[in-house]
């Protein structure tokens, strides 16, 4: 999401994935589920090459295996990430319907600014130097190109800046980490005319921000550690491609459970504009102090 060195988002990998999978399958077949690892960082200078191969095929399920590489300078191959893609067919009825609602209240869209509005006011007010947006600016513009973004006020990062500025108290500071959250509304800025791009553009956004998360939460940044990235992934998904629609308002919420062992474990929940559980990803991402840093998330 953001470029503290030169190196491709992980989202990137991710939706070439997922659009070789999807096109590796019949049609008719819906992905419910990704699982992989990240084996190294991508660079941004040359081209994503996918590999699929078939593990299952059936009437019901479709599973491939797949990997993705960079072709280095000296001709060899260096894979970025493994990963599982798992398809179901469209059942006729579904027996339960539900879905966990987010963890805690969140102003609706229509009432949240947009993220450049929200950290401006930060400025304006003398809260923040003016010197933090612009970083924001420079470093998260894949975002801000590809969506609309609306902070939502309760959540951290609307406080913080996704904590870029973290001198800055934000009011869950007396909640235990793991009860800490950040939510924003979010939509595609492009009209996606097919489900295999609407659930691209998903996919893209479900990676971002949640390795550095617990960052965010405990007044740190990227200036603390040696290393935040995310080391392996489980992306869930709730809802059809053919019944997505990322031109409507979605809402996303991270939370961290687990930080130790130099490593962290958080979950990001999306939701529809009228409620539905779209998709969850989850990460086990390495977070490496500085030397002479103790541990304390």
């Not at 973290?166 to 800490?180: A, E």
């Not at 990322?246 to 130099?262: C, F, I, Y």
């Not at 998709?279 to 977070?287: D, K």
């Amino acid at each position: 999401m953001a470029h503290p060195v030169e190196m491709g988002y992980g989202g990137y990998a991710l939706t070439v994935a997922f659009k070789a999978a999807f096109l590796s399958v019949p049609k008719g077949y819906h992905l419910y589920s990704m699982l992989g690892n990240y084996l190294g960082p991508s660079s941004t200078d040359r081209p994503l090459l996918a590999s699929v191969s078939m593990v299952r095929q059936t009437r019901t399920f479709a599973t491939r295996r797949l990997e993705i590489s960079q072709k280095l300078n000296n001709g060899t191959k260096r894979v970025c990430m493994v990963a599982t893609a798992d398809f179901h067919i469209k059942e006729p009825a579904s027996l339960l319907e539900y879905s966990r609602p987010p963890s805690k209240s969140y102003s609706h869209w229509k009432h949240c600014p947009t993220d450049q509005e929200t950290f401006e006011r930060l400025v304006d007010e003398g809260n923040i130097d003016r010197k933090i947006y612009d970083a924001y600016v420079k470093d998260f513009t894949i975002m801000a190109d590809n969506f609309e973004m609306r902070p939502c006020p309760e959540g951290v990062f609307a406080q913080n800046i996704l904590g870029m500025a973290k001198h800055i108290p934000h009011t869950q500071d007396t909640l235990p980490m793991t009860s800490r959250t950040t939510a924003d509304w979010f939509r595609s800025r492009e009209q996606l005319a097919t489900p295999m791009d609407q659930l691209a553009n998903l996919i893209f956004y479900s990676d971002a921000a949640l390795a550095f998360t617990p960052l965010s939460y405990s007044h740190s940044w990227f200036e603390d550690v040696t290393a935040v990235s995310s080391l392996e992934f489980a992306l869930r998904f709730f809802k059809s491609a053919d019944l997505l629609d990322m031109n409507r308002w979605h809402l996303r919420e991270m939370s961290t459970s687990v930080g130790g062992e130099a490593r962290t474990y958080g979950e990001t929940w999306i939701w529809d504009d009228e409620g539905r559980a779209v998709a969850c990803m989850s990460q086990q991402s390495i977070l490496r102090p500085r030397k002479g840093e103790k541990e304390r998330l």
